[in-house]
């Protein structure tokens, strides 16, 4: 359905987001968002894309500023994502300097 898989998996889990209030949703991405700010994993910047990517949906009828923030916020996650998974390839050719 979407080109992008991290979108495609936003759009599936919405749907089960949906037995939960936006204010939990959005409550629980603060924490984790707080929590792993200075340091995060890759899986950690992946999961909080996800998570804003399902508020920014959840939202977008009701609020469309708060769902261009959450959309936003995915968006960043999704690039520190991206920075760390470069990052992690470059570091064998780095370690293997010797």
Not at 18 to 23: C, D, G, S, V, Y
Not at 47 to 57: E, K, N, P, R, V
Request: glycine letters at 0%; a neutral charge.
């Amino acid at each position: 359905m979407f080109r992008d898989p991290l979108i495609q998996k936003a759009w599936e889990v919405r749907q089960q987001s949906e037995h939960f209030p936006i204010a939990v949703l959005q409550e629980a991405a603060t924490w984790l968002e707080e929590k792993y700010h200075a340091a995060p994993s890759k899986e950690i910047a992946v999961a909080l894309a996800l998570q804003y990517l399902i508020l920014a949906m959840r939202q977008a009828q009701a609020s469309p500023t708060a769902a261009k923030d959450s959309f936003a916020r995915a968006l960043r996650w999704r690039e520190e994502a991206d920075l760390m998974a470069s990052a992690q390839r470059l570091v064998p050719s780095w370690l293997s300097l010797n």
